[in-house]
């Protein structure tokens, strides 16, 4: 073999070298993508679960708002039941939304340890879902940056690779965060 068939096989071996090295890259940080998901689903689960126990303490203080306790069950079921999307979700957030109003409306129910020990832990699991989702994001972001860059953008879509979402606000919470909050003395 000629010194020219060496530099053909060498520059060969490195490209394959590369592709591999891309390849794992990309693996990686699309599991990181898919670990953020799951955070979120997780997330999502337990508030679901929570939901059961602040309608059983609301019943014991106003028993008489079965409206409101059934339109909060049926919505946490209906954002249980398959892949959480924008539409259940956000009925769940209204439904649980009026349901803790009810506090205000009961003082009973407001003074309640189980009430507010419900409230608190339904608010920590907002925070944690918020976080995963500034998390989740952050991944799509470093998953997606890794794949458009070259020479990754050469080989990813031939990889598999497509392009990650990002997780974005629901039509329950575009209405509230880009509104300037109101205060009053």
């Not at 699309?30 to 602040?54: E, F, T």
């Not at 608190?120 to 989702?133: N, P, W």
């Not at 860059?149 to 690779?161: C, I, K, R």
Request: net charge negative; hydrophobic share 45%; no cysteine.
């Amino acid at each position: 073999m000629g010194l020219m068939a060496w530099v053909i096989v060498g520059l060969v071996v490195i490209a394959v070298v590369g592709v591999i090295g891309i390849y794992n890259k990309l693996v990686g940080l699309r599991q990181n993508v898919r670990q953020g998901r799951a955070d979120i689903d997780a997330q999502l689960r337990q508030r679901h679960d929570l939901v059961p126990n602040l309608v059983e303490t609301v019943k014991g203080y106003a028993a008489h708002e079965a409206d409101t306790l059934e339109a909060v069950i049926s919505a946490r079921n209906a954002a249980a039941n398959g892949n959480p999307d924008s539409g259940s979700e956000q009925g769940l957030r209204v439904a649980l939304d009026k349901l803790l109003a009810l506090g205000e409306a009961y003082p009973d129910l407001k003074a309640s340890a189980n009430f507010q020990e419900l409230q608190s832990e339904l608010g920590d699991v907002e925070d944690k879902l918020a976080a995963a989702r500034r998390a989740l994001n952050a991944a799509v972001s470093r998953f997606n940056t890794a794949r458009e860059s070259f020479p990754a953008v050469l080989f990813a879509g031939a990889l598999g690779f497509a392009e990650a979402d990002f997780n974005q606000l629901d039509d329950s919470e575009r209405g509230t965060v880009d509104q300037v909050p109101h205060i009053t003395f």
